[in-house]
């Protein structure tokens, strides 16, 4: 009989692991550094050396684990390859066969954005819904699709893929991913801190920005301080999010939007602000979706990997 299972969410700095037991519990949690030297060829060894420490620590028998799933920076395809993980100085690595030679187990691979999704339905913001759709504003914007509590993977992989997304025309800087005008350069915490400064420089309408160093939660603090540009930059930022979902809902129909990473922290003012161009744009069948905070924070990843080899 299964007993347990193990959640690991690969980033470029550390491994978050997690043990569940096959209910959902998190029993423990820790992290190992992401060797990403010599093209990131510890990092498997590093994880199987994690687990086994675990499964030796616990006294788990081997024949009662359910198996391994696993979250990483980049596409996987439907053979559990990930085709690129550039912040892991990976090509192409068959994660879930390497991965099941050295520990024994079954694995399970999926980006980790979509995991992170999957995670979010399965014990946070999107609990008791069946098709949500995930969005991340860290450092970039990420994404991920469940539709009938499947990951929305796509062909290359790359499904979700929420912050590429093209949003504006005029845009004459570049995106990390090579485009113009795309969403992350609006929606992120870079994004918000861009258009802010951008306001500041096209006006001098007083505001406490000017007195402070520009970030994101330096914006929405103001916004709750009804600083009249920051109240601007934040009707900006609403539109191009607001704006981008309204599409998502005319594609995957969601039952609702789960809002995370590091910009989310602004809490419910900043879905205010998107709800209401969302609202604005959005067909009228997708109207009524809900909004959601993300609930799971760093733990996201690993729960969404423990029950990605749950089913």
Not at 124 to 134: C, P, S
Request: aromatic share 6%; hydrophobic share 40%; glycine share 14%.
């Amino acid at each position: 009989m299964k007993e347990y299972c193990f959640g690991i969410d690969v980033g470029g700095t550390t491994v978050k692991c997690g043990l569940f037991s096959v209910k959902g519990d998190i029993l423990d949690k820790w992290e190992i550094p992401t060797r990403t030297e010599n093209n990131g060829v510890n990092i498997l060894p590093d994880v199987a050396a994690a687990i086994d420490a675990k499964i030796q620590e616990k006294g788990i028998a081997r024949d009662t684990i359910a198996g391994v799933g696993v979250g990483i920076p980049g596409p996987v395809n439907e053979d559990g390859a990930v085709i690129c993980a550039v912040n892991l100085h990976w090509g192409y690595v068959e994660l879930e066969k390497e991965l099941e030679k050295l520990t024994g187990l079954t694995v399970k691979a999926g980006n980790d954005a979509n995991v992170a999704a999957l995670g979010e339905m399965w014990k946070g913001g999107g609990a008791g819904y069946h098709n949500v759709v995930m969005v991340t504003l860290g450092t970039g914007v990420g994404g991920g699709i469940i539709v009938n509590g499947k990951i929305v993977t796509g062909t290359h992989g790359a499904g979700g893929e929420i912050g590429h997304i093209h949003v504006e025309d005029d845009e004459t800087l570049s995106c990390n991913c090579g485009n113009q005008g795309c969403l992350e350069q609006y929606a992120s915490a870079t994004g918000v801190v861009r258009l802010a400064n951008r306001m500041l420089e096209a006006t001098d309408k007083a505001s406490v920005l000017r007195n402070e160093e520009v970030t994101a939660k330096a914006v929405f603090d103001a916004v709750k301080a009804e600083d009249e540009l920051a109240m601007e930059v934040a009707e900006k930022f609403g539109k191009y999010l607001g704006t981008a979902l309204a599409v998502i809902a005319g594609v995957v129909d969601p039952e609702v939007f789960v809002i995370g990473g590091g910009v989310s922290k602004a809490g419910k003012i900043l879905l205010d602000y998107v709800e209401k161009y969302y609202k604005k744009y959005v067909f009228q069948g997708s109207r009524d979706c809900a909004f959601a905070l993300a609930e799971l924070g760093n733990d996201a990843g690993i729960c969404g990997a423990a029950k990605l080899v749950l089913g």
